[in-house]
Nanobody, 124 residues
């Protein structure tokens, strides 16, 4: 079993900052791509930022220059530093990871795993 455990959401005023963390736990051989998605009220889930195992990053246009994704491979953890937050950033943020996990003594399987979601509310 592989689980992603998120932390760091909360209430912040416009212009403020928050840092989200997401750690992968369980029987893991390696963690490949990791990313953050969000689902705003009344909207579909969307990609916010992604980071590959080599550190290459990708961002949604709406967060470029304000959000920074990073990872600590030794801890199987991904972070999302969010600055200059605006009310339209209010959403449930979900962590996502592509994990290589042992299936048996000889084989591995690729799994896509989601975190439970953490609420970020930007309001005065």
């Amino acid at each position: 079993q592989v689980q992603l455990v998120e932390s760091g959401g909360g209430l912040v005023q416009p212009g403020g900052s928050l840092r989200l963390s997401c750690a992968a736990h369980g029987s893991i051989f390696s963690v490949n791509a990791m990313g953050w998605y969000r689902q705003r009220p009344g909207k579909e889930r969307e990609l916010v930022a992604g980071i590959g195992s080599g550190g290459n990053t990708d961002y949604a246009d709406s967060v470029k220059g304000r959000f920074t994704i990073s990872r600590d491979n030794a801890k199987n953890t991904v972070y999302l530093q969010m600055n200059s937050l605006q009310p339209e950033d209010t959403a449930v943020y979900y962590c996502n990871a592509i994990v290589l996990a042992p299936e048996d003594e000889l084989r591995y399987k690729s799994l896509e795993v989601w975190g439970q979601g953490t609420l970020v509310t930007v309001s005065s």
